[in-house]
């Protein structure tokens, strides 16, 4: 079984070896470059076989740049295989080898002995090179350069232009590096660079980019009809020049190339053909164009030559000569351009050999220009060039048309017309004079005058014609030029003047360079409409324009170079009748509002804690727009608190509750553009004295009329008011008579009058004190009014008790006692009872022995003297008790002026104790030990000495008040 196999190994061996010899092997290959387009060419003897294998690899390193299987066929005559490579490196980078071998199916021959592309990176080459060199490329294509390193050299970079390119190392000492989409180059070229260690190490290449030639638009054409001018467009640059640009050739003739504007570019051939072939060609391509035409029908006659005119007023003769006879029998067409001041027209004329024409219809006394072109009138292919171009003036003529004339009137009497000066073609010849006639057709005067050429008002007077309710004054003004006179031009003036009005014109507003304005047709308007129109600041000798339009037309767009911005303008509608014109209409409006110029006057002032601010309007010349309203700001400093807007009609603001102190305001006024600067003003605010003022007399006012009601409440109450505060005063019960008149009284001391000493042996000098025996007192009718008898015969006296009273206080027995008077008693325990008064002029005093003091405990009987007074009634004093003293006070004379004080009946006082201190310190002076007192009241009748001092110095003015209150008191009497 093994032989079996190995048997069959065997044969299929043999089978394989048989046909692998069957494949011949290539013989003879070649191989040729082509170092420019980077091609290889390579040739063989292939045999019987059709189909090949190719490879191609770099020789040093080995690496494949190329594999692939052909099918190549022998070439025809010699049956070798050729086959074209094109490397994408130039040839010149490193060596190529090549081989190849035939295949049939799967069955390939032997390689081929390999054939070497030798390159140029040899070890004998030690400098440094770059491929390709020099090279012209299409734009946009890609391209890969090489550079070889000299032996022993280091590669350090590649750049193209200004920038570094990534390379490839395609051998030991070959390094390559591709450009993508490359761009057109200048002039000179682009640059392609390598860089070694050292800076003596570069080498490098110029690339050119460009295009191939595209032409377009070819065309022949003939001035002379004998000589051919060609002409086409480049389309496109090629960026190639030099001995790179681009060689043209018409008919295979080379040709002088002229270039024309627009990439236009023209050749001249001698002789005409009625078939042309131009071929345009540069080292990247070529192209070629065809144009076939008859002579006749590409005649393009030349410009006129020698062109001249004969003019009148109306029309002009031109006429020019033609450089080519050959034009005598052409039919031709001519176009002559003639341009004025303003206007510019063509007019065409035809005819054989054409060469004059009669221009009609023109302006007088007007510059015309004129240039002429002419063309074949039949098979016209264009028009030919303009000639050159010459200029001629119309002859004067009268003027045609009146001056357009208005008026103005700063009064009713005075005022002035005005006229426009002529256009240049309307004064048919320069204006020598203006006539202006007044004259009224009631009148037989005509006033005249003559004025100059530039003189477009004069002033009139209409006071030196006499005027009634149907008299009219005409204004005519006539032009004169060299020609002759205008028709004249008249305006009637009004008898009453309507200026323009602010409050009544309608805003306009600017659109699109001017100001639309509309109205009603009016029936009256026989002649049409004037729109008048002026600055709004002026009021006499105003600078005014005007337009006139017709009856039928009822708007209008008010264009003018005049027109400023910031500038209020006044528009005026009349009607245009056989009378003086009418006003209709008016306007007011501004090209563009900008804000105030100026800034209104501020004038602060105080009004009662507030400030008054007022100022008056901006002059109409610098409101430079529609007034809106005014802003008022307060200043603090940096900053502005707006305290108000206000409209346009308003010229004061209030502000109210300021504390005092510098305050700062500032009045903006405001237009559509905004504010202006602002007046700033400052006032300091004073304390309000007018308020201070009012509040005084507010004060006292009220307070008078509180005390008015007061009084009036009193006087109503008047029993109530004194029964509570002033009750009555009893009167001194004395014997005798005391109704008669006041005199002096002869008062003699009562020899019964004595006091009673009552001795008690118990003596307690703690409850020292005076006891009161009261006595009766009699009533009217000399009855007692107590129960306890009192032996009426002996003499009123008073009896001093020198003993210890009970500790309980005594009550008084008479509801009238004074609560005062009885806790004062209370603290000495002394009772001291009023046994009876002798007389009215007597007082008694207590006489002091300091002896008696001294000694000892026990009383003593003090003296008592009846001094004489100089008249009325003085009550017993009694003095004050000392709190820290046991023994008994002394009583001590008294001062005196109590002995002398003032006459007649003295009113009850205050009772009053001296603290303990004023006993020390005035122990000189016996105090009182009461008073007695009124039946309804708690005060004191008499004052004691201090009392009266203090009463007597009492200021008038406080006894008047008292002596009033009392006498309105008193009236309460029945």
């Known amino acids: ?307 001249s005119t004969v003019s009148n007023a109306r029309n002009a003769t031109v006429t020019w000569r033609w450089k080519h006879t050959h034009y005598s029998s052409l039919a031709l067409v001519c176009q002559v351009e003639l341009t004025s001041s303003d206007n510019k027209t063509k007019r065409t004329f035809s005819g054989v050999a054409l060469q004059s024409v009669v221009l009609l219809d023109l302006i007088p006394y007007e510059k015309y220009s004129i240039k002429v072109r002419c063309g074949a009138q039949q098979n016209f292919w264009k028009w030919g060039n303009w000639s050159k171009t010459i200029s001629f003036q119309t002859s004067c003529e009268a003027p045609g048309s009146a001056p357009d004339v208005w008026m103005w009137m700063n009064s009713d009497q005075t005022g002035k017309v005005i006229w426009k000066p002529y256009e240049p073609r309307q004064s048919h010849g320069p204006i020598l004079s203006y006539e202006v006639s007044l004259w009224s057709p009631d009148d037989n005067t005509r006033h005249t005058q003559i004025l100059e050429p530039d003189t477009f008002t004069m002033p009139v007077n209409l006071s030196q014609f006499t005027i009634n309710n149907n008299t009219k004054v005409i204004a005519s003004v006539v032009a004169k030029n060299p020609a002759g006179l205008s028709s004249p031009a008249t305006v009637v003036f009004p008898q009453h003047v309507t200026f323009p009005d602010s409050q009544a014109a309608t805003k306009a507003d600017f659109r699109e360079g001017a100001f639309p304005l509309s109205w009603q047709s009016d029936a009256n308007s026989s002649c049409g409409y004037v729109v008048e129109w002026h600055e709004a600041s002026c009021r006499h000798n105003c600078s005014v324009e005007w337009i006139k339009v017709g009856e039928d037309i009822s708007n209008v767009s008010i264009k003018s170079d005049t027109f400023e911005p910031g500038v209020r303008y006044f528009f005026s509608l009349y009607s245009c009748t056989s009378e003086a014109p009418e006003l209709l209409q008016q306007w007011q409006g501004y090209m563009r509002e900008l804000t105030p110029s100026s800034s209104v006057q501020l004038s602060p002032r105080q009004q009662d804690s507030g400030v008054l601010l007022t100022w008056s309007e901006i002059p109409a010349v610098h409101q430079r727009g529609f007034l809106l309203g005014y802003n008022v700001y307060m200043n603090n400093g940096s900053q502005f608190t707006l305290l108000a807007n206000l409209s346009s009609r308003e010229n004061s ?67 109530w008011v004194k029964g509570a505060f002033y009750p009555d005063i009893p009167e001194p019960k004395l014997p005798g008579d005391w109704s008669r008149p006041q005199g002096t009284l002869d008062v003699k001391p009562s020899p019964h009058s004595m006091v009673h000493i009552v001795d008690k042996p118990e003596w307690d000098s703690s409850k020292e004190a005076l006891v009161v025996i009261p006595e009766e007192d009699e009533d009217d009718e000399g009855q007692g009014i107590r129960d306890e008898p009192v032996d009426t015969d002996e003499p009123t006296s008073l009896r001093y008790y020198n003993q210890v009273v009970d500790d309980r206080p005594i009550r008084p027995r008479y509801p009238d006692s004074s609560a005062s008077s009885a806790s004062s008693l209370d603290s000495a325990r002394t009772d001291v009872t009023y046994t009876g008064i002798q007389t009215s002029g007597s007082s008694l005093v207590f006489q002091p022995d300091p002896q008696s003091s001294s000694e000892s405990h026990q009383p003593s009987v003090g003296s008592v003297s009846c001094g004489e007074a100089d008249g009325g009634y003085r009550p017993q004093m009694q003095p004050h008790p000392q709190a820290n003293d046991a023994s008994l006070a002394q009583p001590q004379q008294l001062p005196e002026s109590l002995h002398s004080s003032s006459n007649g009946y003295r009113p009850q006082n205050n009772w009053h104790l001296d603290s303990p201190g004023e006993a020390d310190e005035r122990r000189s002076l016996a105090p009182s030990l009461g008073s007695p007192t009124s039946i309804a009241s708690t005060q004191f009748l008499l004052p004691d000495g201090s009392s009266d001092e203090q009463a007597d110095e009492r200021p008038q003015t406080s006894s008047s008040a008292a002596t009033w209150f009392s006498n309105l008191l008193s009236s309460t009497k029945p």
Request: glycine share 6%; net charge neutral; proline share 5%.
């Open 1 to 307: 079984m093994q032989q079996l196999k190995c048997v069959w190994l065997l044969t299929v061996l043999l089978g394989l070896t048989k046909a692998k010899d069957a494949v011949p092997v290539p013989q003879q290959v070649s191989l040729s470059a082509n170092l420019n387009t980077q091609q290889v060419s390579i040739s063989w003897d292939g045999e019987a076989a059709s189909t090949f294998d190719l490879l191609i690899v770099r020789t040093e390193l080995n690496d494949t740049v190329f594999y692939e299987t052909l099918t190549v066929a022998p070439v025809a005559g010699s049956g070798r295989r050729e086959f074209t490579w094109t490397s994408a490196e130039p040839l010149e980078c490193t060596s190529l080898s090549v081989k190849i071998r035939s295949r049939s199916g799967e069955v390939t021959s032997e390689w081929s002995s390999t054939q070497i592309l030798q390159g140029n990176d040899r070890p004998t080459n030690e400098e440094i090179q770059v491929y390709p060199q020099d090279r012209i490329v299409p734009a946009g294509s890609n391209i890969t350069f090489c550079c070889i390193i000299g032996e022993g050299k280091s590669f350090v970079s590649f750049h193209y232009i200004s920038s570094a390119v990534n390379v490839t190392r395609l051998s030991r000492r070959t390094f390559a590096a591709t450009v993508s989409d490359l761009k057109p180059s200048n002039s000179y070229g682009s640059n392609a660079y390598c860089k070694g260690l050292t800076q003596s190490e570069i080498n490098g290449s110029v690339l050119f980019i460009g295009y191939p030639p595209l032409l377009t638009d070819f065309f022949c054409e003939t001035h002379d009809l004998i000589t051919a001018v060609c002409q086409w467009t480049e389309a496109r640059d090629t960026h190639l020049t030099g001995k790179r640009q681009t060689h043209y050739s018409i008919n295979e003739r080379t040709c002088s190339v002229v270039r024309l504007e627009r990439n236009r570019k023209q050749c001249i051939i001698s002789q005409w053909e009625d078939k042309w072939t131009l071929l345009g060609r540069n080292p990247l391509g070529e192209q070629s164009l065809t144009d076939t035409a008859e002579v006749r029908s590409r005649v393009v006659p030349l410009p006129p030559e020698e062109l």
């Open 653 to 719: 603001y209030t502000v109210k509750g300021l504390p005092s102190g510098t305050y700062r305001f500032t009045v903006k006024a405001f237009t559509s553009a905004g504010e202006d600067s602002g007046g700033p003003a400052s006032i300091t605010l004073e304390p309000y004295a007018d308020w201070l003022i009012f509040e005084i007399l507010a004060t006292l006012g009220i307070t008078a009329l509180v005390l008015i009601i007061v009084t009036f409440i009193c006087y109503k109450k008047r029993k």
